[in-house]
Structures are given as C-alpha cells and as structure tokens.
C-alpha cells in the first residue's frame, strides 16, 4: 500500500503567519491528492482535490502544490479558524490511504 | 444540502458483530460512490472501505477484508457497513462519506461527511 508521510506532527504558528504542511507518498500517486481539515468532535472537511484545486467555498488563503510524491498544503496568513488537524489522502490506488495527520496549534 | 446520518454504533464484545448505517439526502444518491472511514481514539483517519454507485464493486482496507461488508440499498437512500469477529483495534469513529465518483467519471476524494458514530469494542 501507500505510505503517506506528513510533516510535521505539530506546527506551531502566529495568527496571520503562513503555514506550510507537507505530505511525502511512498510511490508516485500522480496528482491524485486531497486534503482535509479537522477540528476537535468534528468530521473532517474537504480542502483541496486533486492536488491543488480548492473545494467549494474554500478560502483563498489555502493553496495546495505537488505532484508524484511531494506535497505542500499552504495557508497563506493564519485565522483563528485555522487551528486544526491536516490529513492528506492518496486515492490513486487501493487501498486508500491517509497520512498520520499535522496538527496546526497556536503559538 | 447534502446530508449524511451516521448511525448505529454501540458497545460490541470482541467476536461480536454490528450494523452501521448511513441515511444520505439532498443528493441523487444512486450515481455515487460511497465511502467508510473511521479513526480511533486520538488517532489519524483511515479508510475503510467504498462501494461504487451500483454495489457491484467494493474495495476494503487489509485489516477489515473478509470481516466487514459495505452494501448499499439505492431505493432507500442508505449505505451500510456489516462488522463481523470485531475487535478491540476496531474502536473508532465511523464516518460515511460521499465521493465524487460516478459511473463515467471516477474520483474518490470524499466531499461530504456524516457526523460520525463510535463503535467501542471491548469485553
């Protein structure tokens, strides 16, 4: 299966700072790549699919990049809203998988 | 809007089974696939298992193959997820969510999320 890696476990940032999340494939999983938030007692919600296009009525301030196996999830300057777990999924092949998840915490 | 209601957990003992089900509207339900995605207790998210728009094909993760089943009832609106010979590592949170695949275009991020129900296994 494929092996999704996120790095950092934890990122601490400054309200209004940018924040860069990465995520690392095992394989190549081209640009088949989603991206979640998810805060406490909650579902996860849809950022980003295919790498790099934002969901319906995503901010503008999230931006995805990557392809193959690197990815970047950005958000450009940091709102309280924010503060919450990543999780990036490959869903190129079976079975799916998702990386471990970066939480993004308030400095 | 899209909804989806998660329902049906409960406290199992290990061997035990349980049915999860998941009411979906707002939507044309029967030309989506539909996943299954848990995460246990402070854990990350994994995927569990999804089933095409018409039930032919179904696709598991290793650790559930050949102990869960997902079905889907395309009259009722609903997906299921049957959980045979539960065990303890089964404790989670159970999510059903809506992919955007259909029968001429396939993609399997999931763009809507039920709220979850939690399934603990334990004697």
């Known amino acids: 299966e494929v092996v999704m890696t996120q790095s950092p476990a934890t990122l601490s940032v400054s309200p209004g700072e940018r924040a860069t999340l990465s995520c690392r494939a095992s394989?190549?999983?081209?640009?088949?790549l989603a991206w979640y938030q998810q805060k406490p007692g909650q579902a996860p919600r849809l950022l980003i699919y295919?790498?790099?296009t934002r969901a319906t009525g995503i901010a503008a301030r999230f931006s995805g990049s990557g392809s193959g196996t690197e990815f970047t999830l950005t958000i450009s300057s940091l709102q309280s809203e924010d503060f919450a777990v990543y999780h990036c999924?490959?869903?190129?092949?079976?079975?799916?998988?998702f990386g471990g998840g970066t939480k993004v915490e308030i400095k | 809007q899209v909804q989806l209601m998660d329902s049906g957990g409960d406290v199992v003992q290990p061997g035990g089974s349980l049915r999860l089900s998941c009411a979906a509207s707002?939507?044309?339900?029967?030309?989506?696939?539909m996943h299954w995605v848990r995460q246990a207790p402070g854990k990350g998210l994994e995927w569990v298992a999804f089933?095409?728009?018409?039930?032919?094909?179904?696709y598991y993760a290793d650790s559930v193959k050949g102990r869960f089943t997902i079905s889907r009832d395309n009259s009722e609106n609903m997906v299921y997820l049957q959980m045979d010979s539960l065990r303890p590592e089964d404790t989670a949170m159970y999510f059903c969510?809506?992919?955007?695949?259909?029968?001429?275009?396939?993609?399997?991020?999931?763009?809507?999320w039920g709220q979850g129900t939690r399934v603990t296994v334990s004697s």
């Open positions: 969510a809506k992919s955007e695949c259909t029968r001429t275009s396939c993609l399997l991020w999931a763009d809507y």
């Open positions: 707002g939507f044309s339900f029967k030309i989506f696939g």
């Open positions: 089933i095409r728009y018409d039930g032919v094909n179904q």
């Open positions: 394989q190549s999983v081209t640009s088949k």
């Open positions: 295919g790498a790099s």
């Open positions: 999924q490959q869903y190129n092949n079976w079975p799916l998988t």
